[in-house]
């Protein structure tokens, strides 16, 4: 199952070319109010007893075709942006090499997810939006990455359940600034990654049951139509499971939470019209554009 946000900010169930709308049927149903969040949309999704109801409700509506609707971020406002930092070797060793960042290779596993750090829901733009490079940015490199998104509050999870906590799965582009700021610095991540338009987040979000093992994913980015990035997910450091295990024993993940779990090697620098296009296997397709600040 596919779930969207649409048009004027509508939540959607995507089916087969269509999209049926979704926020009558869940107020209908009792599980969220009239113009829920995207957040509150997955939490009634995931965890109230008539969504199954809500759902049927909503295949009865009026759909509007997929090819015709606008579609926006999945989650507009989500109640945290945990984002991987440095979570596949081969990245690691194209950082040092092009920003001398420094060797995390004999770093412990938890060593590595405490450098985890926030995103702003302010920096997310939807699919076929416009990264703007800012003026005061001479280095701007794109990042693309699997995201889980969390379906009901973790607290405590054990690694070997972690992914029951995940709703689905989405798209996240951590567009990043490497300079200034990015060599020599510490604790520079959240400005460096966090200018409005640096968080791509879509096409939509993919359910947890129709993705087998998210460490068996392909990673695939285009830049003005060259291959730049081939990567896989089995490559992580960290999987997702432990990722999960990790900040649910520090923090309560709530319904909405995304977790993006770091950008393998081949991240790129962008340039005033630039075209990006990703695909994660079994998620889907995502493009995006670049515009230096006017």
Known sequence: MKICCYDDGAPGLIEGGLIYPLSDAL????????????????????NHPSAATALASARQEEPVALASARL??????????????????????????????????????????AELFLKPASSIIG???????????????????????????ARKVPVAQALDWVYGYTMCWDISIRDPWGKGFHNTRNIRKGFD????????????????????????????????????????????????????????????????????????KLADGDHLKGTIEGIGTMDLKVAAER
């Open 127 to 153: 699919p076929g939006g416009t990264v703007i490079l800012p003026k005061i940015a001479r280095h701007v490199d794109f990042e693309c990455e699997l995201c889980a998104v969390i379906g009901r509050p």
């Open 72 to 113: 926006l971020a999945p989650l507009d406002h989500p109640p945290a942006i945990w984002a991987a930092a440095a979570n596949y070797r081969a990245h690691q060793a194209e950082m040092i090499e092009r920003v001398g960042g420094y060797d995390r290779s004999k770093l412990s596993s938890d060593d590595l997810m």
């Open 197 to 268: 338009t640096f968080c791509g987040l879509g096409p939509w979000i993919v359910t947890r049951d129709e993705i087998r093992e998210p460490q068996d994913l392909h990673i695939d980015v285009e830049q003005n139509g060259r291959n730049v990035m081939h990567a896989h997910t089995a490559d992580m450091i960290n999987g997702l499971r432990d990722l999960i295990r990790f900040l649910s024993a520090a923090l309560t993940l709530q319904p909405g939470t995304l977790i993006t779990t770091g950008t393998p090697a081949g991240v790129s």
């Open 27 to 46: 107020a209908a149903a009792g599980a969220s109010r009239a113009g829920a969040t995207m957040a509150e949309v997955v939490d009634a999704l995931a």
